[in-house]
């Protein structure tokens, strides 16, 4: 049984805009999304680099996390990150950087996607694999997320503390 992509660029684009501000810091945005894979790329400027003027490790790892949430939202599921092996084998030297996430093994509670990260020159950056622990279903979180943010504003404009 094949399997359709629930969410198209421009949404899960708004979703990670809205939930996602290290995405938006670093200026990652889905350029592809399906059942089976996501895509993002970023930008590579000062902000990204490291003191050796390359891609800092950290950057990578933001990558790998939104490309494997990209082919998560795709199947219509929010993941968290459980666990990450991510071996860096080149240096990030020139941009757009981009990471692609490819499934595994799709299951209830984890999936697996398979990583890997290139950059403008596609050479092959890092390569890994994340294990994603299903939360539940993304439209789901997006409106208990929506919830939260409106108590806290509502919160926030009346001067109350959080606790």
Not at 71 to 77: I, K, M, P, Q, S
Not at 112 to 123: F, H, R
Request: hydrophobic share 45%; with cysteine.
């Amino acid at each position: 049984m094949e399997i359709v992509s629930k969410y198209t660029i421009e949404d899960v684009n708004e979703i990670f805009a809205a939930m996602d501000q290290i995405g938006k810091y670093f200026g990652i945005r889905v350029e592809a999304v399906g059942p089976d894979f996501g895509t993002v790329v970023m930008p590579l400027g000062d902000r990204h680099l490291n003191c050796m003027h390359t891609a800092h490790g950290a950057v990578i790892f933001a990558l790998a996390d939104l490309a494997f949430g990209t082919a998560a939202a795709g199947r219509g599921l929010c993941c968290v990150n459980a666990q990450t092996s991510l071996n860096i084998v080149n240096p990030g030297l020139a941009g757009p950087m981009r990471a692609t996430a490819r499934i595994v093994k799709p299951g209830r509670r984890l999936m697996v996607y398979d990583i890997t990260i290139t950059d403008g020159n596609d050479a092959i950056v890092a390569k890994g694999t994340v294990t994603g622990y299903v939360k539940g279903d993304l439209g789901a979180m997006m409106a208990e997320y929506e919830r939260v943010e409106k108590e806290r504003r509502l919160r926030d404009a009346a001067g109350k503390p959080a606790c």
